[in-house]
Every structure is written in C-alpha cells, then in structure tokens.
C-alpha cells in the first residue's frame, strides 16, 4: 500500500483548485480536438515521515494570511494596441509596499502554457488564458506576493505586481504573423510586456531600489526571455534579479521517441511570430528560432542573476513533453500521470532519467555564483505563489530550508543557494499531487 494511503485528508477550501481541475480538463478536451495544444495549469507538506499526496480540492485555509486585490486594466493598452488574444485589454492586481519595502519591487508573471494553432487560440480567447473579460475582478496574493511576514519573511512589505496572462506565448507574440480571414485573434503578447513595463515605471518602479521579476509556468519562461530587458529599464544601481517558477521546460523526447513539444514550440513561435522576442545570438546560433523558446539553448547569454525553483518531477512536462496522450495509445501511463505514488519500478526509472537530464542541463550553470536553485524531487508544477509551498511549518524543504528562505539567501546574498534534491519518494516534506482526485 503507497504512503499515501495512510494519511488523512486535508481539510480546507480554496476555491481555485477545483476552478484549476475544470480548466485541466477542459484544455486536454480541446487539445485531442485540435491536435496540438498544450496548456499548462498550476497548482500545489510536511514533516513527518511520510511525503504528502493531495488532491485539487486539497488545499489550504490562507484566508488570515491572504488579501484580495483588485484587477486594473492597463491605462494605455489601447493606445499601444496592446491586446489579448480577443482583444480586451490585459492588466494586473498591484499591492503597494509599506515601510522598508515601500522601495522595492516584485512583478509576478502567471502561468497558462500557449497555443499553437488557430483552433485552439480561438478557444483560449474564451476563457481568462486569452481574454480579460473572463478575468476575475479579485485575486488573492499568497506565498511570494503574500504581505504576510510569517507567511513570505524577506518580500513581504515591497510593492507587489501579479500580472495577467492573456497571450498564450509567454509575453512574446508579435503582430506580423495575425490572420486578417476573420479569426480575430491578436498576436500582441510583446506589446503587453512593453506596455506593462511603462505604465509600471511610471507609477513608481523607476526608483526602485531593489527588484525581483518572478513567474510561474509560461510566465516563468516568459521571464526568463525578458530578464535583461527588465534589468535594462531600471537605474544601474537597482539590485535587479529573476526567478523563474517551473519555468524551465526541456527540450526531450517523449517516450515514444517523437520530438513531440520540440514540434509544438515550433508551431507556437511560427504561429505568433515571437522570433522577434527571442534571444539574437541564440537564433544566430541555432539556425531554427524555436529551439530558442527552450531555455536550456538561451540562458547562458542571461546576464541577470537568476534563480529557477523547479521540480524535478514536473507533473506538467510528464504529462505533455515526456508522456503526451499521443506518445501513450494503451493508456499504459494514465494512473502514472495522474499520481506518481501509482508509478511502477519501470516508469519510476523513466522518471529518474528524465531528472537527470533536467540535472545534467543545470549542471554547467552551477558554478555561477550569480545563480541559485532549488530543484526538489516532488510531483508538483508551480510552487512560489501558494503560502504551503513558498513558506510555512510544512512547506517542502532542502537540507531544513523552505524554497523562500533559499530565494532569499540568494537575493540577499547570505549564503550559497544551490540546493538539489535527491530523487523521489526520498523527501518525506513533498507536496506531490493527486491529480485524480476532482
């Protein structure tokens, strides 16, 4: 019987995991129909000895450590023609700092993987992945973006910035490439970023003093593309820095031997024109743009220091790089994708190999001091914005340290923060979903 077996229920009642679960399913349904799409979607203890397996509608009471913060569309997205997908206006929820942090600034950048073809962009731009409409007019700021000291103890009084995802192309789409046949879809995720990044300076992150540009998923990977560009608008003297949140997506075969999300990525940047956005000497040097959307082909021309918090059995690139639908026609994986504790010994070693490509990729950049990392060994995807993984008593730890203390001891430069798991199920602090349970 797995561990997970033995433990009891966790009680609690965030809304947003069964929204999470509904959007999955929703997404995987148009991907079978329009053959490629891959949409991402996020997610979420503790100590004794046990690793934890929780579900979607598992989640934690935050409402004392939370605060609801409203939606503003941006002032000058029109002028700009910066748009969604449908072409309603993007925005943020920004929480002004306080005291020492009144100074300092963070902007978090959301998830919600992209879309490669007419069909499914069209169907993206009905739901808040690609229109604004669909928008919730409140979100909650938790783990990193929380202004709790107990819950986020390093960021928890500077300026906090969540910034929308309505593109579908990690802030990165150019309009050259838009239909004129009627489909009605904007190509404007590099408008948004550029748009986003003025009207920010001008309300007052042109004097900050210190700075982290942070995202989860896509949004991840989108900060990794525009991190010099972020470092390169703000006062020399500004400490500026980047963490990317399971945004570092490998470029490897799925387990039939098809370059299946090499193909995807391809289709996505021919799409939405983002050559454009992608590092030149990595496209100079590659000869094939898309392969410059992986980030293990640009990061090392990254010149901001950087910190990427990924898990080493990312449920996401499981489920739609190493083992797509496509890749898996028996159904052999299902109950594998869905909960790592129903892997059997063959799948498992299939796992282990894929972390240690993703550790053997990480390998070469190490030795930056200017770099830190935390690659846990958990069945998760997003960790930094959910209060039970950044930062409380049963977040999952490395050598003792929770992902926000070693983001910090990194920011601040306290000590080295290269901290790499060993492999599952060896880390009894792992959240690890159960994404059969609805």
Known sequence: MSPNHHRLPRVTADFRWRWWLKLWKRELTIAAAAAAIVFFLVVLSPFPKISHTFGVTDVIDSAAASEWVPFTPLSKAQRHSAFCLDGSLPGYHLKRGFGSGSDSWLIHVEGGGWCSNITSCSARKRTKLGSSTYMAKQDQFLGILSHDQVQNPDFFNWNKVKVKYCDGSSFSSNPDTEFKNGTELFFRGQFIWDTLMDELLTIGMSKAR?????????????????????????????????????????????????????????????????????????????????????????????????????????????????????????????????????????????????????????????????????????????????????????????????????????????????????????????????????
């Not at 639908?325 to 909960?339: A, Q």
């Not at 504790?341 to 200017?370: A, I, M």
């Not at 290269?418 to 602090?429: E, L, Q, V």
Request: aromatic content about 12%; hydrophobic content about 35%; glycine content about 6%.
């Open 210 to 438: 210190q700075a982290l540009l942070t995202g989860c998923s896509a949004g991840g990977l989108a900060i990794l593309i525009h991190c010099d560009d972020f470092r390169d608008l703000l006062p020399k003297d500004t400490d500026v820095k980047c963490l990317a949140d399971a945004g570092f997506f490998l470029n490897e075969k799925d387990i039939a031997g098809n370059h299946s999300i090499e193909s995807f990525y391809h289709d996505v940047v021919r799409l939405q024109g983002i050559t454009k956005s992608l590092n030149r000497d990595c496209v100079a040097r590659s000869g094939e743009p898309s392969k410059c959307f992986f980030p293990q082909e640009f990061i090392g021309n990254i010149k901001t220091p950087l910190f990427f918090v990924q898990p080493a059995y990312d449920f996401w690139q499981i489920a739609n790089i190493l083992v797509p639908k496509s890749s898996d026609p028996h159904r052999s994986w299902l109950r594998c994708r869905l909960n790592i504790w129903n892997c059997d010994s063959n799948q498992l070693e299939v796992l282990h190999g894929y972390r240690n490509s993703l550790l053997k990729t990480l390998d070469r950049f190490q030795k930056n001091p200017k770099w830190g990392m935390f690659i846990n060994s958990c069945f998760i995807h997003c960790q930094t914005w959910a209060a039970e993984t950044w930062h409380s008593p049963t977040s999952p730890r490395i050598n003792n340290k929770t992902i926000a203390e070693t983001v910090g001891d990194w920011y601040f430069e306290r000590e080295a923060a290269i901290r790499i798991d060993c492999p599952f199920p060896c880390n009894p602090t792992c959240y690890n979903r159960d994404l059969s349970v609805g």
